[in-house]
């Protein structure tokens, strides 16, 4: 949160958010004082200090955000509004962090629409608990070939819809 110029949520989020951040013991705390953008299509108004409500299509709002002047522009859970903006080719960084939990369920990160791009990864951190924070950065776009996985070869090709792990491919 430390690097975010500004902060772009969905209405659950901001509801949660908006609860509890306000009476953080921290008054200074970056949630409290920087910008933040809500897309919602139910909400009418945003009450929590520099919040602006985003009116219209939100891929768009995004887009014009992104040209701004600014920062990094951070999403927290939001988790609908992610879909959007990968749909949109609005995301340049990901920071997914894997925890050492099996919930048997739960939303898809990438759910249908979503862009096939290239991302590569950046940095990897481990905490004590073993939960593990890997940072992505968009890298064009999708390409194709063989990787090798311990000694199994994966071959990722545009006309396979499965992937096996002896190079074969499986349609459906």
Not at 92 to 114: A, H, M, S, Y
């Amino acid at each position: 949160m430390k690097r975010a110029d500004a902060f772009l949520l969905g209405r659950k989020t901001y509801e949660m958010f908006a609860a509890s951040w306000p009476d953080s013991s921290d008054p200074a705390e970056a949630l409290n004082i920087r910008p933040k953008f809500v897309a919602s299509r139910t909400l009418d108004t945003v009450t929590w200090n520099n919040s602006i409500l985003l009116k219209g299509d939100v891929a768009q709002e995004v887009a014009k955000l992104k040209a701004q002047e600014g920062g990094e522009i951070q999403v927290h859970g939001s988790g609908n509004l992610i879909q959007t903006l990968l749909q949109h080719d609005l995301v340049d960084t990901l920071r997914i962090w894997q925890f050492p939990v099996v919930l048997g369920i739960g939303k898809r990160l990438f759910g249908e629409g979503t862009i096939p791009r290239s991302f590569r990864l950046v940095d990897t951190q481990l905490n004590t608990t073993g939960a593990v924070l890997r940072v992505y950065e968009r890298a064009g776009g999708l390409t194709y070939g063989e990787v090798e996985v311990g000694q199994e070869t994966v071959i990722f090709d545009p006309e396979s819809s499965h992937h096996t792990g002896d190079g074969e491919r499986e349609t459906q």
